[in-house]
């Protein structure tokens, strides 16, 4: 076993443990960006300037009658910025545009001594527009050919061939939502210039440096004279990774420009129009089987609905096409990806980050073609797993080195669930229940972990002992309500075998940890857990000589234990405090910068080759589900996990990330619908979810009545922290088992060997369209051919085709839900 996977003895990692800001978030105690406002003093409040039309360009923008109004202080405009007025990475986000993007979005902000103040003023500036035509679907985009960025293809093998030898050919087409965040915490920087006349930004981010880059570019500033501070997220999810910039330079803009601190917080609404969702695709597919059920052939298309801006959607669309093999391999296939470019705010990264989308197309695939071809859902997914001692590789060309854990985590939720026996009961039932039906789905992910641009995949720590024996950790890591806190604690307390109370952590800053990556890609632990563990054993090697010094023995023959350090073979000892005190006055160095690079890791984003991750994460989900035939509506009866962590660094923490993951992945499967103005009158574009009245989320009511999660055992990841893995996203993709319940229920009213085309989200309304088909027992509606070639979803005049059945009237097909 590596050094850095090996665990010590009684080590504090693997220990189950509340978050470390438990008692904070329950108690209302704990402290959010916002919060600080009111320790600031004389903060003026910054308010948007929006323009309620999705596309034109500003012909006059008069701010005089802002101004006029009581307690408007300034006006930020785009003659204000002293440096460059772009607040993306990709330089294509202008901080106030002359060109307007998207329905609500902002060209100027008001700042004001009070909310009230800046929001009138706000009303009172005058914005003219020369409106153009817009594009608000992802269908017109494509329609249309309104793409941006790389386009990049996946090949493997020879399709030709593969295609030649198969028994069966499917052909189809599937289009899917986006999700939007909802986080509890809305978009927040409080920025004010400190008595060295340095920047200082407190910002809701999960990238700090990148925030501090961003402000920096606008202020015209190198990035030293920048500091930004993370205390922490009420949730991110991804969006909070790209999107805080702009509002962090908004803030910063106007301490610098009026010399007082600057509050910016979105409300929800503001939040919810101006910030980006999950990507929603379209997938045009074509999929050849050979008389087994097992694939031979992919040929597939997918484009991401990017907004108006490209933010990460690049990536994205590079992690999607990285998934579309999920658990399966595919031995020839080819996978083209490109993004559109709509007239929407700019779709951004969401828990997953493109690998759900790719993931969902296969799993929606095996869905629609295991009744055509003559099989159970679970044995096609089962014919089509990664075997190991083949030699097997993914699309894009990186060999699996656990491929037996995919088996693994499917064979045991069976066990756990009892599915052959429930699958009897559940034959039992619908033969007895013309009007309603139930269905058990067990479908597994494989997901990659690592950042796919490999200079991503780097951490630093701080860590700092004081004289007095109490340690304190500083990291680059942001806390975001996943527990990353909680582990980097853990992994400090068994590496330096001292108690947790011993231990502080510090809120995230770029003045003392600089050059972070995001805290995303689930690799936060990864990455900040092994230069976290790096810096103590830096300081553990030169306590050990100090120790042995002092207890008579070298350095190797004495082991620190809970605090005590002792030699072996002896009964001397040396307590903790004093053995740094010790170290103090022999003027042995008690700070240690950590550093880790994850190795092994290759890409050429070009040729779509290499080995971007480190490991893969895998799991498998077995969901049972109950469908009223009258109204479509549906419970979710029971859900059984079984998810591979290797060897948990904190259990506690990871079976809540499991649970909560999974069901946000129900919402956007099931419930979440985002709806946008798509007629040709004034409101053109506007999004009309927005609000929690309108925009469905999980809740306690959409929980499985029985839930039960267990951790895969003798999982240990070598070569990982403490033999751990992560645990942030791959949990999101276990609720593809509800979705697929919910088809086999559907089905179920229907006669034997029906494919369902089952939309996303599969609202009850989509469910009941759904099993309408299937009583039908038309599967030449169902959205899925034999034996045609792959399109892109558009007629051969180049409007956009359908290609989707028309269900009594009302197309419930995912581009209609999309607002189309």
Known sequence: MSHLSERPENPVVGVPMPHESASLHVTGTALYTDDLVHRTKDALHAYPVQVMKAHGRVTALRTGSALAVPGVVRVLTAADVP???????????????????????????????????????AAAVEVELDEQPALVTLREAIAAGSHHGARPVMVTGDIDAGFADSAHVFTGEFQFSGQEHFYLETHASLAYIDEAEQVFVQSSTQHPSETQEIVAHVLGLASHQVTVQCLRMGGGFGGKEMQPHGFAAIAALGATLTGRPVRLRLDRTQDLTMSGKRHGFHASWRIGFDADGRIQALDATLTADGGWSLDLSEPVLARALCHIDNTYWI??????????????????????????QGMLVIEDIMGRCAPLLGLDPMELRERNFYRPGQGQTTPYGQPLTQPERISAAWQRVQDAAGIADRRREIAAFNAAHPH?????????????????????NQAGALVLIYKDGSVLINHGGTEMGQGLHTKMLQVAATTLSVPLDRIRLAPTRTDKVPNTSATAASAGADLNGAAVKNACEQLRERLLRVAGTQLGTHASDVRIVEGVARSLGSDKELAWDDLVRTAYFQRVQLSAAGFYRTEGLHWDATAFRGSPFKYFSHGAAAAEVEVDGFTGAYR??????????????????????????????????????????????????????????????????????????????????????????????????????????LRQAAAAFGPSGVSVDLASPATPEAVYWALQEARRGDASRTGTSRDGPADDGLADDGSVGDGLADRGGIRTDATALNGA
């Open 636 to 741: 979710v009866r029971r859900v059984d996990i079984v998810h591979d962590v290797g060897d948990s660094l904190s259990p506690m923490i990871d079976i809540g990330q499991i649970e909560g993951g999974f069901v946000q992945g129900a919402g956007w499967l099931t419930l979440e619908d985002l709806r946008w103005d798509t007629g040709d009158g004034p409101g053109r574009g506007r999004l009309l979810t927005q609000s929690a009245s309108t925009y469905k989320l999980p809740s306690f009511s959409e929980m499985p009545e029985e839930f039960n999660v267990t951790l895969l055992e003798n999982a240990t990841e070598e070569g990982a922290v403490y033999g751990s893995k992560a645990v942030g996203e791959p949990p999101l993709m276990l609720a593809f088992s509800v979705r697929e319940a």
């Open 331 to 356: 031995p020839n296939a080819r996978v083209a990806g490109r993004v559109a470019k709509t007239h929407t705010v700019s779709n951004t990264a969401f828990r997953g980050f493109g690998g759900p």
């Open 436 to 456: 309603t039906k139930r269905a058990l789905a067990v479908t597994g992910i494989k997901f990659g972990i690592s950042f796919n641009l490999t200079a991503f």
């Open 83 to 121: 440096g460059v007025n772009d607040a993306g990475m990709k330089h294509d986000e202008p901080l106030f545009p002359d060109e307007v993007m998207f329905h609500g979005h902002a060209v100027a902000w008001v700042l004001g001594e009070t909310l009230e103040a800046a929001r009138l003023g």
